[in-house]
Structure formats: C-alpha cells, structure tokens
C-alpha cells in the first residue's frame, strides 16, 4: 500500500460524495419550487412520494369522524375509534410488564406528521377515506407502542398504502437508524412485514419493532418501542397486530389468519445484490445519512493479492461504495462493496477461499504490512472472514482497513471500510455488515 494508492481511494470517493451532494441539493431545489412530491431514494433516482394522489397539507387531511366523511356505501367504514386496539389487547406486547394504557387517539385531521420510524409523510393513502393513530404507555417498563390505520377507498388503493410504507422502511434516511433485522408475515392479512431498527446507545439501545400488513381496504402499522442490550423478537407484536387486525376485518370485511413470521429482507430500491443504505451501521459521530453510488470493481488494498475475477471464472460483477455526502469526513472516508456472480457454488467458494488465504498469510508476502482476524462469518449458507490491515508507509503514515470477504451459494461479496479517527466501527458491526451484504447478493443476476 502506498501513499498515492491511498489519495487515489480517497478522491474516487471524494468524487462520489459530491455527486450525491449534487443530487440532495437538486432535491431541495425541487421541493422548494413546490415540488413536494420528491424524494431523493437509494441508488440516486426520484419517486413521487404522492403517487396515490393529495399531499399531505392540512387541508388535504383525511378525518375519522363519521360527520365529515366522503359519500359511498362505504362512506362510514371504521368510523369509530372502538375498532383500534386497547390497553388490554396492548398487554401482549410485553405480558409480564404491567398494564398498558391508551395515551391518545388521533384521526386523520389532527394526526401527526409522523406516527412510526421512517414514516416519510403524513398518509400513505392521502386520498384515502380516514385514518386512526393510537398511542399507548407503558409505565411499568416505560416502552410505547402506536397502531396506525389508513382506510384506502378499495383494495387496490389499499395496496398501493402498504407498498408505499415497506417503501419507506426500506429507503429509511432517519439518521442514527439501522435496520437490524426484518420478516415476512404469513396469515396477517394479504401479506405483511416486520421490522426490526435500532438506534444505538452507550450502554442500552433503543429497538423500534413494527408490522405492516394489509387486508381489504385497510393497511395498519403497529409499533413497539423499546430499549434494551438485546433485540426484540417479533412474536408478541407479530399476536398483537393478528389481534388488531382482526377487529378491523370484524367491520371491514377483510380476512385475516393466524400469522407466522418468516426472516425476509425488506424489498430496496438499490441495484440488485446490493445492501440499502439502512443495512448500514451507526457512527455516533454522523448523525447524516449513508448514500450509495457505484463504482469501480476494487482492486484491494494489497493484502488480498490480485483478486483475479477473471481468472476465477466469475460470470459478472459490480461495486457500489457507500458514503456520507452531508457529514465532515475525511475523503477517503466510506464503505466499497463487491458481488461477484460465478457459475457454481463452487467457483464461489474457491475465490472467496483464495482472497482469505491471501489475507491470511499477508505478513509474509507484504513486510510493512500487519494483519489480524477480526472474526469468522457463519450464517445460514454464508461463510466468510473478516480482518484488519494496517500498512505502515513510514514517517508515522499507517493506514488501517477491515477487510471482509464472504460466499453465499453462487455469489461472494467483497467489503473495505477505512479505519478513521472516531469513525471506526466493531468487528461484530462489521461482521453484520459482510452477512448482510451476502445475504442481499443472492439478487444479483
């Protein structure tokens, strides 16, 4: 590793940043000129945030009072707060905490701009029929929970709610956010999500769990906050929510069953085989969003020996680098990423088993070079390990890396993260980081 190598690394990066900076400023450019209806998402397009019609202003607020509702035969569709859930329904949250109370209930004319994480406007379905927001306390355990209810005016447009709110999840730019987990729901309605996103702290974290799911006209969220070391597990939502949405399909006419839950990735809007900024981990030093743009295949930092993708027979392969466009970093600050396809599991495994004899036995081929293994990675099909390499150029320059390399069936995933001054992350985040990339390169084609 050299000096030069390094600037290099760190302008290509430099010039990432700044075209995504570009792309931000455009964005405000646009909602400042009125066009409120883009978002700037993952991988550097724009969506319309109201496709489904309205905006989210006051005066397009829908309401839950049966007096001012839209004409129709359905017109008075869960008009009445007595459908949502209670503090008794609540308790299966969390059986062994006490009881839980309703702190308030809110319709569509008063509801808040944001009810739930990563809730990116006021309605899903801002031409929907009403909406309900309940919040409720727990004050034995201090944990909160919400249950948001959108009344779309048929399935369809219901649909179109629930896609819009995994929408969000997925493209989540909430700052000090990540997901850390998520599911697929069989028998909560049509078809449903969970949602696991953690906001670290310096002894305990902050676990946001929430389900989505949708049945007839109607879509609910149903949030449980808590704090803890450990996260969640999704069953005693998961029983809340079947409950919740069993009394809207009691009035609504929907069907629900018995939910199970299943892990699942969230959908992302990135290029196949890539991790959503949200997969990503929290620097307490960054309180902006990561944003992704591709680049070039990565050459390594030395120790990873030539990676000859060629030579391994690798039938395709892309990069994509991470980085913070808003935060003051340095330029050579962020996360380069690789998923290679080969033509068998094999193949696969033999080139991610070459990179890591490489790195393995780097102190012998590379003398100004020190290695150390920051663990090995097993999950499900994924194998892999991860390192970190410090190259010492000479007068005080050392330059530190983590290195990540793993296979999951046909497809191996390459991750380098420069080792900065307070914005460095664990071997453990960093090994969330290699899992997960693998476990979304199984999309890569």
Known sequence: MTGSHRASRGGGRAAAREARRQQ?????????????????????GFVALNAFGGDDSPSNAKSGNPDDKPSGSDSGLLSDAKVLLDGTAAKQLAPAAGAWAVASTDNG?????RSFVCQAQRFADPAGMRTWIRTFRNPSNKDAAVQYVEVSNDEAAAGKAYATITGWLSTCNTPQVRLISSYRTDGLGSKGVVAVFSQPGAKTNKYRTISVSTAGQTTMVVEH?????VAPKPDALVATAGTGLKRLCAEAKCTTGTPTVKPALLP???????????????????????VSTSSTTPKGTGCEGKMDLKKAKSTSNKAQTYVVPEAKVPAEFGLDTMVAAFPTPAAAASWVSQVRKNVDGCKKAISNATVKSTGEVEYGSIRGESWEASYDTGKDNKFTYRIGVAVSGSRAVYALYPVLEDLDI?????????????????AYK
């Open 24 to 44: 931000v400023r455009r964005r405000n450019q646009l909602i400042g000129a009125g066009a409120a209806v883009v978002l700037l998402v993952g991988g550097g």
């Open 109 to 113: 004319s008063n509801a808040p701009d």
């Open 225 to 229: 906050d808590t704090v803890g070391k």
């Open 268 to 290: 992302t809007t990135e290029p196949a085989g890539f991790m959503a900024p949200i997969d990503l981990p929290v620097l307490p030093s960054i309180d902006k969003p990561w």
């Open 426 to 442: 664990s071997n453990a985040a960093f090994n969330e980081v290699l899992i997960r990339a693998a476990e979304r390169a199984a």
